[in-house]
């Protein structure tokens, strides 16, 4: 079957509800033919304009909300860069030709995000359904009696709109339950040993995309280090759950075994008996400081960055297999080694730090290696932060990050 070319701007115009297209200050950015029919406009009478400039309230409503609602609606969208449906509306507009004179008019509007590659919102889509006629049919069968239609309408309007309220708020404090979790499970950031290492964990805003990213550092005989990431998939208190038995297992599995191939072989059987845990990812680097050595192995996991003194970046991708559970038997894992210098760097991360919707993964992995190279010479702790402001998005990933920094 060949592909069909699509005309999104046609069918944007043809869309049967009004939509406005807004910028994040609230201009109309563009409008489809639906919303100009209903609101009694042309195109350049909306098309650049401050939409409650476009729109006002009625003067002489004291009891009007419409802006008021509007406002708060667009701000949590923006905020949280979620969906957000409202509840039935009065908003009066002016009539063609008619400043100043403004007719009674019910919508039922919803406000979704457009996120850009950066996970910021570019866009709110406001989309309105005019429901008038239907209060108007409706007061008709009450008799007559509009002022008992509209406190009917208005009142499962408002208790739709307190559900959403109560939902919201229960997905509020079950992300402060799941964070507080995570972070009593996660070690606290410390110096391991006489080296020299700085770890971050930033969870995802608005929804509850978070808490299935984990790391460990693990000091070992002979002066060697362990240092591991994982991310589990899903969230929420059930990825937090698995995240912790398998960090744990992880851990536990690098003191008795040894190498990070076999750390990962023995955490991959384990994880078959843990529901939830395929298909996480995970990689681990042994340090070994009187060699000038590590050895590596991932689980499908993105590949750690080797941030050498001549400020090069490497990154390890020599001994990538699938994830934990892609399998359905038991299979060696791959291990590869690489030596370092003093003064080397190495960095290990989730996908939350790098990974951007609609992007290629080259070109994040492109911009954390010029943010080391940039920054090099710096601190552990310095270069965590410097990484965390350059890499995540100013409003905040819309999936969480964990990452480790390691001073070679």
Request: hydrophobic share 45%; net charge negative; proline share 6%.
């Amino acid at each position: 079957m060949s592909r069909v070319e699509i005309d999104y701007a046609a069918v944007f115009q043809a869309l049967p509800g009004g939509v406005l297209l807004l910028t994040p200050e609230l201009v109309i950015a563009e409008v489809n033919e639906s919303l100009l029919q209903r609101a009694g406009r042309e195109r350049g009478q909306l098309v650049g304009r401050y939409l409650f400039d476009a729109f006002p309230d009625n003067p002489d409503d004291p009891a009007a909300t419409g802006i008021r609602n509007f406002r708060a609606s667009l701000e949590r969208v923006l905020a949280t860069g979620r969906c957000d449906t409202m509840a039935l509306q009065r908003y009066d507009i002016e009539p063609p030709g008619r400043p100043g004179v403004f007719e009674e008019r019910y919508w039922s509007p919803v406000n979704a995000p457009v996120l850009g590659p950066d996970g910021r919102v570019r866009l709110i889509v406001h989309r309105v359904e005019e429901v008038t006629d239907i209060v108007r049919v409706g007061a008709r069968h009450h008799g007559g009696d509009r002022e008992r239609m509209e406190a009917e309408l208005f009142g499962r309007a408002q208790e739709l709109q307190e559900v959403n309220d109560r939902l919201r708020r229960s997905h509020d404090r079950e992300r402060e339950v799941v964070l507080a979790l995570q972070e009593a499970m996660l070690p606290a950031p410390r110096l391991v040993g006489h080296h020299r290492a700085a770890v971050r964990y930033r969870p995802a805003v608005g929804a509850l995309n978070v808490c299935g990213d984990w790391y460990d550092l693990a000091e070992l005989s002979g002066d060697r280090m362990a240092v591991s990431v994982g991310d589990v998939v899903g969230h929420g208190l059930d990825a937090a759950c698995v995240m912790g038995q398998l960090r744990s297992a992880l851990s536990a599995a690098t003191l008795v075994t040894e190498g990070p191939a076999r750390a990962l072989e023995v955490l991959g059987i384990y994880a078959r008996s843990v529901e939830g845990a395929e298909s996480t990812t995970a990689v681990q680097a042994v340090v070994d400081w009187p060699t000038h050595t590590l050895a590596y192995s991932s689980a499908g996991h993105l590949p750690p960055a080797l941030l050498h003194p001549d400020g090069t970046v490497e990154l390890l991708d020599g001994a990538t297999d699938p994830p934990l559970g892609a399998r359905p038997e038991h299979v060696a894992r791959p291990e590869a080694g690489v030596a370092f210098e003093d003064g080397a760097v190495l960095v290990l991360y989730t996908d939350g730090l790098i990974e951007r919707r609609h992007e290629d993964i080259d070109v994040g992995l492109g911009r954390l290696a010029a943010a080391l190279t940039r920054h090099r010479g710096a601190g552990a702790e310095e270069l965590a932060d410097a990484l965390l402001v350059e890499l995540l998005p100013p409003g905040g990933a819309t999936d969480d990050a964990a990452l480790v920094v390691l001073l070679l």
